[in-house]
């Protein structure tokens, strides 16, 4: 079975641009999470999709942070525009409503110029 | 809103130690309470999870769970090299899942 994936892995980015951060959950979860970890804060938690419909923006995330679900099986994570406090690896998870365990991707570690 | 709460932040033992991790939690009425394990530049992978008060073990670890002193722990017997990590709870509902900051751990060969 797929686990979480992500892409990219990477990304390098001049303050100012438009990221967009991609996600395909495990096939049959109906949870997804976006979560963003620094050595400081941890895991902050951007926004939750309950079968697409989001459920949790993340408050102080909104301004520039957008996760939208386009269907069951992709996600995506624009940060519009960047900035350098924006550095950080974002985890993307989906979760198992029987068990009620996440699975996690790999990360997207962002930097911010 | 929850707010979940990790010590030590960091932890060194040696080989073969016992060792005990913290997480205090505020939302009483959460009901599901994991520990998540993250090798270095790796995802975070669960590790266990409790979700009535008592204790749970599960070969070299064990949870123990106080719903009403708001406290959850992971005990890890004959602590390995291969378990340093960083370890990190989670607290939720049926809703949204909420982590501590973490402990980082590091066994000493």
């Known amino acids: 079975d797929a686990g979480v994936t992500q892409t990219p892995r990477h990304e390098v980015a001049e303050k100012g641009q438009t990221i967009i951060l991609k996600c395909e959950p495990v096939?049959?979860?109906?949870?997804l999470f976006w979560y963003r970890q620094t050595k400081i804060q941890g895991l902050e938690l951007l926004s939750y999709f309950r079968s697409k419909s989001l459920m949790e923006d993340g408050g102080a995330f909104k301004d520039r942070f957008k996760a939208e679900m386009l269907n069951s099986s992709f996600s995506t994570l624009k940060i519009q525009p960047t900035e350098p406090k924006d550095s950080a690896v974002y985890l993307c998870?989906?979760?198992?409503?029987?068990?009620?365990?996440?699975?996690f991707g790999e990360g997207s570690k962002l930097t911010v110029l | 809103q929850q707010n979940v709460q990790q010590s030590p932040e960091s932890l060194i033992v040696p080989e073969g130690a016992r060792t005990s991790l913290n997480c205090t939690f505020s939302?009483?009425?959460?009901?599901y309470f994991w520990w998540y394990r993250q090798h270095s530049g790796k995802a975070p992978k669960a590790l266990m999870?409790?979700?009535?008060?008592g204790e749970k073990e599960e070969g070299r670890f064990t949870i123990h769970l106080n719903k009403a002193s708001l406290h959850f722990s992971l005990h890890i017997r004959d602590s390995q090299p291969s378990d340093s990590a960083l370890y990190l709870c989670?607290?939720?509902?049926?809703?949204?899942?909420?982590f501590g900051t973490g402990t980082r751990l590091q066994v000493s060969p």
């Open positions: 939302d009483s009425a959460s009901q």
């Open positions: 999870s409790i979700f009535s008060n």
């Open positions: 096939s049959g979860h109906n949870d």
């Open positions: 998870a989906s979760r198992d409503r029987g068990t009620g365990q996440l699975y």
């Open positions: 989670a607290v939720s509902n049926t809703d949204k899942v909420v």
